[in-house]
């Protein structure tokens, strides 16, 4: 079993694979009002989950990539020795909800680090920082229309997205 994933809440599989094992939530969840025509669904671009966050509900995507979705393709070199991954678990953004503007802190790093922030669509919105790892970066909301957006951070060695909403 590679995930066991859940919405509107978590779950404990009573059978099969997963028996015994509890759910995580995915974050998004759909509502009375969703449409026939809308998912729940995975944005971001990479080669594995930690690249990717869950969105929605936006329209399906049946058959095809969904929008702002990237897969990564090519031949991918061995290595000879394990590379050290970036820690971005401590990775967090305050306040959010943001009316206005928000910090985003990061972890301690050397690594250059690129913060993108996209929106429920996929689309990216603004690139926040690209170069030298700080240990804050202004999230600022002024000009967003109010909803749910994603926060990606990524460097050579990790990726993490964080949501976030803007209200007023």
């Known amino acids: 079993m590679v995930q066991f994933l859940s919405y509107e809440g ?3 599989a009573t059978d099969g694979p997963a028996a015994g094992k509890t759910s995580v939530d995915i974050g998004v969840r759909e509502t009375n009002r969703t449409a026939e025509t809308e998912s729940l669904q995975l944005i971001g671009a990479g080669t594995g989950l930690a690249d990717f966050a869950w969105t929605g509900p936006v329209p399906q995507s049946q058959g095809v990539l969904n929008d702002g979705q990237t897969i990564a393709t090519g031949l991918v070199a061995p290595v000879a020795a394990p590379i050290a991954t970036l820690d971005l678990g401590t990775a967090h953004i305050a306040p959010n909800p943001i009316r206005d503007r928000a910090a985003l ?8 680090v690129r913060v993108e922030l996209y929106d429920a669509l996929g689309r990216r919105v603004a690139l926040l920082h690209d170069g030298a790892a700080p240990r804050e970066v202004e999230v600022d909301a002024r000009s967003l229309a109010p909803g749910l957006y994603i926060v990606r951070i990524a460097s050579a060695t990790g990726a993490q997205a964080l949501r976030v909403t803007v209200a007023r």
């Open 10 to 12: 978590a779950m404990t």
């Open 105 to 112: 802190s990061l972890p301690a790093t050397d690594e250059p």
